[in-house]
Structures are given as structure tokens and as C-alpha cells.
């Protein structure tokens, strides 16, 4: 991607839960839980050394209740609320991003992968190449010639290869597939006893959703047409709540966006929650050594004193 604008949008989100899940308990000297916290510090560092750009940002969703309940008051039903220790942790969460210089984005009313979809679009119409960091499957949808996914579990780029191996279609008929399948995690009903098989040869027969109901009556066998007509309702609904909107608000793009990293503000913020080793960690990487010409005089004094 030499000489090429790049734009680095995360799934904080995805990349919370995530750690919360996949760390241990922790609690700082005055009890607090920062487990979650300290994975997810843990996690920035680590994408940050990854992807070099001025353009950095972290998606988060902004609350339960998105345009999709209105659509769908079942969406995400099946869904527990989110665990009492977690949601103790969040504004830790926002506290971490702001004190590694990256600017959070989200808007009342949707989910932080429309964040990211509106942010992609008008980012890729600009002339920027978008590197999306999640492993969310509604995300690669928006794969095209400008914006690229990177799994952040395999560490690489996904490619249309990687999406057709898997799901047995291209990244613009996720949409269509995920219609006819549609989304146990997220209470989508799709159509009741397909699969991922048949959803991928009936899409790569016709094209397209539209396509399979312009062709219904020739589809074969007889109980597979069936099941298509008297679940078209259902397909329709799940494909307009699988599809990302475009529409978050953005009034000025540049500024909500740009990475700003202070070692000193990060050290600080990693400090207060006394994860020592962390901040050994952050010492240690590109990172810091781009942002200031002074590691070797802060090194001596701040790891010493701060280690775990």
C-alpha cells in the first residue's frame, strides 16, 4: 500500500467483549475491575504497531437501541445483557482510548459496525485506502478495491478468497447470504432450513436475492421452493437488517479521526491502574519510539518505577 492514504478504523466493540471474555479477573489497589481493561490496553498497543497512519479511529457502539428494534423489536432478543463486571469497566474503556490519542466515533441509534460502514464510505469517496480491524462477518460486506479487512485474531488482510473458502460466496453477496441464512447471535431469522450450503449454490445459481425470487418457480427441488415462497417476508427483513447503513452522521471527518498519541498521557492512564507491565510493553514498541526522540531518557526512570 506504499504511497497510498490509509485510514484505520477498529471494532472496539468487538475488540471489548473480546477481552473481557478472554482475560482473567484483575482489580487495581482500591478493588476496581480492570481485567477487561488491561486486555483491551493490551490489544491497542498491539493494532498500533500494526497499521502506521495518521488516520486512526475506534468504532464503538453507543447503546442497545438502534433503528434495527424499531425495524425488528426480536433483533438481539436472544441476547444476555451485558455482565454487570463489564459494564463496570466501560468508561475505562473510553478513558483508554482518549489517553493513546485515539479519537472513539459513534452516533445514538445505531451499531458500531454502521459506524464504521459510514466512515469507510466517506473515507474510500475521499480517496483513502480504509483498513477495517474486527472479525465481525457483517463487516465484509464493505470489502472493495478501497476497503480491506484485517483480522486481527490471524493478523492479515482478508482476502475474497479467504470469503468464498468459508462462506462460498463473494464479499458483495454477504448481504443475499446472510438473508437466506440469516444470523443466530443476532436473532435474525433468515429463511427457516437453509443453510450456509444451499444458500451459496442457490446465490452463485442466480446471483443474488432478487435474482432467487425472479427464479423461484424453477428452483429445484420442489421443497426448497417452498420453503423460499413462504419465507420471502422473513429474507427481505434479514436482508435489510444485515445490511450496514451508510447513514451515521459525519460533519468533520478529519478532525474526529486523527490520531494524536502523548506516551506521557498513556503512561499516566496505565499508571493509575497500575498495570506496570503494560507500560513496559508500550516503552518497547514503535509506537513510542516514533512519537518522541527521548526513549532512552525516559527508560531508565519510568519502567524502573512502574513495573509490575
Not at 466501560?90 to 459510514?118: H, K, N, Y
Not at 490471524?154 to 462460498?168: H, L, N, Q, R
Not at 417476508?233 to 435489510?240: G, H, I, M, P
Request: overall charge neutral; hydrophobic content about 40%.
Amino acid at each position: 500500500m506504499s504511497g497510498e492514504k490509509l485510514a484505520v478504523i477498529m471494532d472496539g466493540s468487538c475488540f471489548i467483549f473480546r477481552a473481557f471474555f478472554a482475560c482473567p479477573p484483575m482489580k487495581t489497589a482500591d478493588g476496581r475491575s480492570v481485567g477487561a481493561v488491561h486486555g483491551f490496553c493490551t490489544m491497542l498497543i498491539s493494532q498500533l504497531c500494526k497499521h502506521d497512519s495518521d488516520l486512526f479511529c475506534v468504532a464503538m457502539d453507543s447503546g442497545r437501541h438502534t433503528f434495527r428494534l424499531d425495524m425488528y423489536p426480536q433483533y438481539k432478543a436472544n441476547r444476555e445483557a451485558m455482565p454487570d463486571d463489564l459494564r463496570a469497566q466501560m468508561p475505562l474503556m473510553s478513558e483508554a482510548c482518549g489517553a493513546f490519542g485515539l479519537p472513539t466515533i459513534s452516533q445514538p441509534g445505531f451499531e458500531a459496525d454502521d459506524v464504521i460502514a459510514s466512515y469507510s464510505n466517506e473515507l474510500a469517496n475521499r480517496g483513502y485506502k480504509v483498513r477495517i480491524v474486527g472479525i465481525d462477518k457483517d463487516l465484509l460486506q464493505l470489502m472493495n478495491d478501497n476497503i480491506e479487512i484485517y483480522d486481527p485474531v490471524k493478523s492479515k488482510i482478508v482476502t475474497t478468497e479467504d470469503v468464498k473458502a468459508k462462506y462460498g460466496v463473494v464479499p458483495s453477496q454477504m448481504i443475499d447470504f446472510q438473508a437466506l441464512v440469516g444470523d443466530k447471535a443476532d436473532n435474525i431469522p433468515g429463511v427457516t432450513g437453509i443453510g450456509p450450503v444451499t444458500a451459496a449454490k442457490l446465490i452463485k445459481n442466480y446471483g443474488s436475492l432478487q435474482g432467487i425470487y425472479e427464479n423461484v418457480e424453477k428452483i429445484e427441488p420442489k421443497k426448497l421452493k417452498v420453503k423460499l415462497v413462504a419465507h420471502k417476508e422473513d429474507a427481505e427483513l434479514s436482508k435489510k437488517l444485515a445490511t450496514l447503513s451508510k447513514n451515521v452522521k459525519i460533519f468533520d471527518i478529519f478532525p474526529s479521526i486523527k490520531f494524536n498519541y502523548n506516551h506521557e498521557k498513556a503512561h499516566d492512564f496505565l499508571a493509575s491502574l497500575g498495570f506496570g507491565s503494560l507500560i513496559n510493553r508500550m516503552y518497547r514498541t514503535s509506537i513510542y519510539a516514533k512519537s518522541t526522540a527521548t526513549f532512552l531518557q525516559h527508560n531508565s526512570n519510568i519502567l524502573s518505577a512502574n513495573l509490575d
